[in-house]
């Protein structure tokens, strides 16, 4: 069960980070799992009005951070070892939900696979799976 609540983990996101803009919005916060928001602005495109990979990659990112500190508290030095991502199709220039669900959460390690879809359409845009590397103690 989660440690955290939606509003802890949004309030974790902003002090842990307090240079980075409150771009993303925690939705829900479950077991093993959390789901994100990205408030698509132009910002967010690029040529063709899709959303920038890199933006999708950063989403992808967050939501599994969050979700690893849904289930075992604030860990602000929880670190990305490998992101893996997929995009499977164009997203339209909309929000993009990503749900994050722990697929192994050990004591050192934990992978998290992130599949992306714009507000909308079930269909996936992008899938990604990510390593953190969780600091002892």
């Known amino acids: 069960m ?3 609540t939606v509003a802890q983990l949004q309030t974790f996101l902003v002090e842990a ?12 916060v479950f077991d093993r799992g959390a789901r994100l ?8 495109g690029r040529p063709g009005g899709t959303v920038a990979g890199p933006a999708l990659m950063g989403l992808a990112d967050c939501t599994a951070y969050l979700a690893i ?9 929880a670190v990305t070892t490998s992101l893996h991502i997929d995009f499977l199709r164009r997203p339209e220039l909309v ?4 749900t ?8 050192r390690l934990a992978v998290v696979g992130v599949g992306l879809c714009s507000v909308g359409r079930d269909d996936l845009v992008a899938s990604a799976q990510l390593t953190y590397s969780i600091p002892p103690g």
């Open 100 to 107: 994050g669900t722990l697929l192994k959460l050990g004591r």
């Open 17 to 28: 980070f307090p240079g980075a803009p409150p771009s993303y919005v925690v939705e829900d």
């Open 2 to 4: 989660p440690v955290l």
């Open 95 to 98: 929000d993009v939900v990503a």
């Open 69 to 77: 500190a849904g289930q075992i508290g604030p860990v602000a030095l």
């Open 37 to 44: 928001r990205l408030p698509v602005t132009d910002a967010h």
